[in-house]
């Protein structure tokens, strides 16, 4: 893995762990610019920039977990894995409220 793949690596379990909080968006923020400027490492890494910093903070107000694992052959495998889990419970989420209060 090279220096900058590793850099990206890091970003990316940082704005994961961190969700919510100013650490985790410094992270998010930095690692957008990155794949903003790298057209070439956001095909790898797009799953997780699709997912917005709104989404990350939705689950946390709502107390929707992030903790969880996933394994895919690579990267974007796994990442691509990961956010069709949280948006699963996202809609989860938003299902049980609308028959709460519907």
């Not at 990316?12 to 490492?41: F, H, T």
Request: hydrophobic share 40%; no cysteine; aromatic share 8%.
């Amino acid at each position: 893995m090279d220096r900058w793949e590793s850099k990206v690596d890091a970003l990316i379990r940082l704005a994961e762990d961190q969700a919510g909080k100013p650490e985790g968006e410094v992270a998010r923020a930095k690692l957008q610019q990155i794949l903003e400027k790298y057209s070439w490492v956001a095909e790898e890494h797009q799953p997780l920039a699709d997912f917005a910093i709104s989404e990350f903070k939705y689950m946390k107000r709502v107390g929707i977990s992030h903790q969880g694992s996933w394994t895919g052959r690579d990267l974007q495998e796994t990442l691509t894995i990961m956010v069709a889990d949280y948006r699963q419970r996202i809609e989860e989420h938003k299902q049980l409220q609308r028959l709460l209060v519907g």
